[in-house]
């Protein structure tokens, strides 16, 4: 009975690198949200998926973060040439129907770009 | 857009002390509300929730009472622990919407 499941805990990139962030929802789960928390803020939403479609993708930064979610396989936030400001820790979460519901989160990716 | 406004922390208190913390939210339509408590280095954990006005949601000793009037969702506990020393957050959702988070409250609880 996992819960969702986020990988790697902790990970550190140089600058200019690309930084790969996993998630596998809840079992019987179908909605993914990935939100980005930086130090002593809140958490701020960027993308919302379903199986093999975007839903909302309005707080995902235009350039450089790419997000998918497969038939098949975990949902990947990919950051390309990584800079010291993506430094956060990024979350995902999953429901299995609409929002109202509420979510369950994983225990996030803790990135660090050195 | 909707928002949501919570107290600013940090919140200290003793063990066995009364807490409310503010939560104040825009939102157009009728909005579910949830509290979600995160302890150190983890994840958000939901704390409770509630769809419609007047409703009250509780979990753990901890309550929140819709009350669409005031568009607020305090959260109150009569008696916190040290083991509730986290960081409260309050969210909405519009219907579909993703959740929308405040910024968080820190509290802890000395003994």
């Known amino acids: 009975n996992a819960g969702v499941m986020q990988n790697p805990r902790h990970l550190v990139r140089r600058r200019g690198q690309e930084a790969r962030l996993r998630c596998s929802p809840m079992k019987g789960h179908s909605h993914v949200y990935w939100y980005r928390q930086l130090p002593e803020e809140g958490l701020k939403f960027m993308v919302y998926?379903?199986?093999?479609?975007?839903?909302?993708e309005s707080g995902m930064p235009k350039e450089r973060f790419s997000a998918e979610f497969p038939k098949e396989g975990p949902s990947i936030l990919r950051i390309q040439q990584v800079v010291r400001g993506d430094s956060a820790a990024y979350f995902c979460?999953?429901?299995?129907?609409?929002?109202?519901?509420?979510?369950?989160f994983g225990s996030g990716t803790r990135l660090t770009v050195v | 857009g909707d928002s949501v406004t919570q107290m600013e922390g940090p919140v200290t208190l003793s063990e066995e002390a009364f807490l409310t913390i503010n939560c104040t939210y825009t939102a157009t339509g009728y909005p579910s509300l949830f509290w979600y408590v995160q302890y150190p280095g983890e994840g958000l954990q939901l704390l409770l929730k509630?769809?419609?006005?007047?409703d009250k949601g509780s979990n753990k000793g901890f309550e929140a009472t819709y009350r669409k009037e005031t568009t607020s969702f305090h959260l109150e506990k009569g008696s916190v622990q040290v083991s509730d020393s986290a960081v409260y957050f309050c969210a909405l959702t519009s219907g579909n919407t993703p959740l929308v988070f405040g910024k968080g409250t820190r509290l802890s609880v000395i003994a």
């Open positions: 979460a999953s429901s299995g129907a609409a929002p109202n519901y509420g979510y369950t």
């Open positions: 998926l379903q199986k093999e479609n975007i839903i909302d």
């Open positions: 509630a769809t419609k006005a007047d």
